[in-house]
C-alpha cells in the first residue's frame, strides 16, 4: 500500500495536497518506514493493510498527546490513557507488537515546516497542551519542589512513585519472589522462580557469606535477599524507601521465623548507623543514586565493612560510558523518575578511585534480565484482570508496556546488567581471598 511518506518524505510533506489526515500526521510524527498500520478516528489509515501489528489512535486527546510531546513521551501518554491503541498484542505483553514498531519508529522531531502543516490541518486547539495520564511523574523542573535532585527528601518522593504501586500488583507480576531485580537462569528452561533463588545464591557466594556474619543490603526491596542470608544463618539489615515494602517484608521475615536475624528498614541507606559489616550488597539501586554521587556512595559502602569484608554491586547500565546518563522523556516521567546509567566501566573506575576498595571481578548478565522481563509480562498477562481492577487499566498497560520494551533494549544491547564484587583492603593493600573465583557461576 501506498503511505504518506511514498508520496513524500516526512520532514517535508507535499503542502499542496491540502490538509493531512491523522493517520499522515501520525506518520509524520513516529518517522520511519512503516510495515505496521495506522488507522485513526477519522477513518485514515496508513501502512500495509495486512500488517500483523497496528497503533488506532482513538480520539481528539490522544491527538493532543502526540503533537504536544512528539516522540516516545507523547506515544506514552496517549497509551497509557487509552487513547491509543495497540493492534494484535495483549497490553500486558505487548513485546512481539513493540519489537516490530521498533523497527519503525525514527522519533525524530519534525521539521517546522511539517509541524506547520499539521498544525493548519489540526487546528491550533491540538496545540494547547492538556494534563497528563496521572500516572506520569512531574517533570525534572517541577520537581525541585520535592528538593534538589538526589536529595532524600526528593529520593524518598521518586521512590514512592515507582515503588508503591500496590504489594499485591507486584506479587501477581514478580512472583512468589517478590524480587524486582534481574534473575540469574542456569539454563534456558528454568522457572522464574529458580532464576531469583538461583541469583541470590550467586550473591551470598560471592560474598563469602558463612553463618555469624553481618550484612547490610542497602535498596532492598521487599527483602528477598536479606531473608536467602537470614535463612542461612547471616544476620541481615536491610534498607528501603519504600515504606511498602519494607512494611511486607517485615511481616514476610515474621512468617519465616528469621526475626532473631533479619531486619528491613524504611530508611534511607545514608541514614544506618551501624559498620563493621562483613559483607554489603547493592541490587538495582546504582540507577537511583546519581552518577556524581557515585563517589560518596561507594565510600559510604566502604565504610560500613570491616577491613576485608566484600561489597557487590548490580545494577542497570549503558553498553558504553559516554552517552547522556539521564533517562529518556518516557523512562523519566513514567518509571524511575531521576533515574540515570553509565557503563561499567565507568561505575569500576568509580569504585577504584575512592581508595581501599579493590575490584576483583566483573560480568554481564544482559540476557538474563531479557528472560527476566519476559517471565514478568508472562505473568501479568495471566493476572491482568485483576492486576487492572487493582491499580487500574492505565498502570497495568504502563507496566507492561515498560517491560516489553525494557526487554528489547537489553536483547538489542541498549542496555546491560552488571555485578561488580569487590573487597576491602587493609591499609598495606592486602587481602586473605583465595587465588581463583569460590563460587559457581
Not at 500495509?48 to 503533537?67: F, I, Q
Not at 506515544?75 to 498484542?89: H, M, Q, T, W
Not at 492486576?387 to 541498549?414: D, Q, S
Request: hydrophobic share 35%; proline share 5%.
Amino acid at each position: 500500500m501506498t503511505t504518506f511518506k511514498d508520496n513524500a518524505p516526512a520532514s517535508s510533506p507535499d503542502t499542496s495536497q491540502g490538509k493531512m489526515s491523522l493517520a499522515q500526521i501520525f506518520e509524520s510524527l513516529v518517522g520511519g518506514n512503516l510495515s505496521i498500520r495506522i488507522t485513526a478516528y477519522d477513518g485514515s489509515s496508513a501502512g500495509p493493510a495486512d500488517a500483523e501489528y497496528g497503533l488506532n489512535l482513538k480520539n481528539s486527546r490522544g491527538t493532543t498527546y502526540l503533537v504536544t510531546a512528539p516522540g516516545d513521551l507523547g506515544l506514552a501518554r496517549a497509551y497509557v490513557s487509552g487513547d491509543l491503541e495497540l493492534i494484535g498484542a495483549h497490553p500486558g505483553d505487548p513485546y512481539e507488537a513493540l519489537r516490530a514498531l521498533a523497527a519503525d519508529l525514527e522519533f525524530k522531531r519534525p521539521s517546522p515546516l511539517t509541524l506547520a502543516h499539521v498544525a493548519r490541518s489540526l487546528g491550533i486547539e491540538h496545540f494547547k497542551p492538556i494534563a497528563p495520564p496521572p500516572q506520569e511523574a512531574l517533570p525534572r523542573w517541577r520537581r525541585f519542589a520535592e528538593g534538589l535532585r538526589h536529595s532524600k527528601t526528593r529520593d524518598a518522593e521518586v521512590i514512592h512513585h515507582h515503588y508503591d504501586v500496590s504489594n499485591t500488583f507486584y506479587e501477581w507480576v514478580l512472583g512468589p519472589s517478590m524480587t524486582y531485580t534481574c534473575a540469574v537462569y542456569p539454563d534456558l528452561e528454568a522457572s522464574l522462580e529458580t532464576a531469583q533463588e538461583n541469583k541470590y545464591r550467586l550473591i551470598f557466594d560471592k560474598l563469602r557469606l558463612k553463618p555469624g556474619d553481618r550484612l547490610l543490603d542497602i535498596g532492598c526491596g521487599w527483602g528477598g535477599m536479606v531473608r536467602y542470608a537470614a535463612s542461612r544463618g547471616v544476620k541481615a539489615l536491610g534498607v528501603t524507601l519504600s515504606a511498602e515494602q519494607a512494611e511486607w517484608a517485615q511481616k514476610k521475615i515474621v512468617d519465616e521465623g528469621l526475626s532473631d536475624l533479619a531486619e528491613v528498614r524504611f530508611s534511607d541507606y545514608r541514614d544506618v548507623t551501624e559498620s563493621d559489616f562483613d559483607a554489603v550488597s547493592s541490587i538495582g539501586l546504582t540507577e537511583h543514586i546519581g552518577v556524581h554521587n557515585y563517589p560518596a556512595y561507594f565510600s559510604f559502602i566502604r565504610d560500613k565493612l570491616r577491613v576485608g569484608g566484600m561489597m557487590l554491586n548490580h545494577c542497570i547500565t549503558r553498553p558504553d560510558n559516554f552517552k547522556n546518563a539521564r533517562a529518556g522523556s518516557f523512562i523519566d516521567r513514567y518509571v524511575f523518575p531521576d533515574g540515570e546509567l553509565t557503563g561499567s566501566g565507568k561505575i569500576i573506575s568509580k569504585i577504584q578511585d575512592i581508595g581501599g576498595l579493590e575490584v576483583l571481578h566483573e560480568e554481564n548478565f544482559r540476557p538474563h534480565y531479557a528472560m527476566t522481563l519476559r517471565d514478568w509480562n508472562r505473568n501479568l498477562v495471566e493476572h491482568w484482570d485483576e492486576a487492572v481492577e487493582e491499580v487500574t487499566e492505565g498502570t497495568a498497560r504502563l507496566w507492561g508496556l515498560y517491560m516489553a520494551g525494557c526487554r528489547i533494549g537489553f536483547e538489542r544491547n541498549i542496555v546491560q546488567l552488571h555485578h561488580v564484587l569487590a573487597t576491602k583492603l587493609d591499609e598495606y593493600g592486602q587481602s586473605d581471598l583465595p587465588l581463583r573465583p569460590w563460587w559457581d557461576a
